[in-house]
């Protein structure tokens, strides 16, 4: 079957792209790299046209709050309209573990919108909850810096490899609408603070990751479930040491 891959030139998008490809599907790239625009419209009706499938994993290019609500909510609101219209049967859409506790996030927010937007639009859905990604842990040490030292709050964190997130959704994408939602994580439950740190120092990264409980994550400070699974959730097979030194 056709499926469209929304944001299928980015981490996750071209490794799920690659997957669905191996199983014989027509795994199309639709991102502005490939001429498919969701902000404008451009290239969305021809590249929907024949799609039994969409898996929306695109990411907003800016994380201040106005600019990604608006990103979200037109992206979203221009895909669901052309998936209508190409009679598409099955959207999926990658969201995080978390989303609805916190509020003061500019970033859950519009996340949370997006997924309302799904929900209301009438086309059978399958939202995808993941933990942050191990690809990503130089990038939240990198927001938590200041300076030689990283704050972190050693509240619970279970991420995992960006491969077991794509492995997921080509299954989601392979099989019926849930009509709800699917919570992925990593197999490890850790303290983020340890995390980060052993992580740091395994990249020969010398900064100092200092433990600090109002420590903000992206602007937000932290309860201790913030960003893990509170319920049943399906686990990556990848532990963070065997993913780092394969590398």
Known sequence: MKVVVVGGTGLIGSKLVSRLSRDGHEAVAASPHTGVNTLTGEGLAEALEGARVVVDVSNAPSFEPAAVLEFFETSTGNLLAAESEAGVGHHVALSIVGTER????????????????????GIPYSLVHATQFFEFVKGIADEAADGGVVRIAPVLFQPIAGDDVAAVLCEVAEGTPLNGRLEVAGPERVRMDEFVRQ?????????????????????????????????????????????????
Do not use: C
């Open 102 to 121: 916190m509020p003061d996030n500019g970033y859950f927010r519009a996340k949370v919108t997006q997924e309302q937007l799904i929900e209301k639009s």
């Open 199 to 247: 992580a740091l120092a395994g990249l020969g990264d010398p900064r100092e990751v200092v433990t600090d409980p109002h420590a903000r994550y992206f602007g937000s400070e932290l309860g201790e479930h913030s960003l893990v699974p509170l319920g049943e959730a399906r686990l990556g097979g990848a532990r963070y040491g065997d993913w780092a030194a394969a590398g």
